[in-house]
């Protein structure tokens, strides 16, 4: 049994949605447990410096170098005629 070639339903392009996502910034989570600690504690430095500390320390930490953007849309524009197959003439 000779195998069948895969025919894809007929698409204009074929895409990845948002393959570059932005990442989250780490310190956010720290930001939010600060700001929870300052609504449950009155804004008492005595009681959140710990997580006072631990936010600063990410804020002055060295940024990661962006990732490099994704090229998946660019190979799928160019395999794309290559799985279409010909089409029929009207």
């Known amino acids: ?12 392009t074929l895409r ?7 990442e989250e910034n780490p310190c956010v989570a720290i930001m939010s447990s600060v700001l929870a600690c300052w609504a ?3 804004y008492n430095t005595a009681g959140c410096a710990a997580v006072e500390s631990a ?3 990410c804020m002055d930490a060295p940024k990661m170098p ?3 953007k994704s090229a998946i849309n660019y190979h799928l524009a160019r395999f794309q005629k ?7 003439r009207k």
Do not use: F, H, Q
Not at 1 to 12: E, V, W
Not at 16 to 22: A, L
Not at 82 to 88: D, S
């Open 66 to 68: 962006p990732k490099p």
């Open 40 to 42: 449950s504690a009155g």
């Open 55 to 57: 936010l600063r320390g």
């Open 16 to 22: 990845v949605r948002n393959p570059n996502r932005p």
């Open 1 to 12: 049994m000779p195998n069948k070639p895969i025919r894809l339903p007929p698409l204009k």
């Open 82 to 88: 290559r799985l279409e197959g010909p089409t029929k």
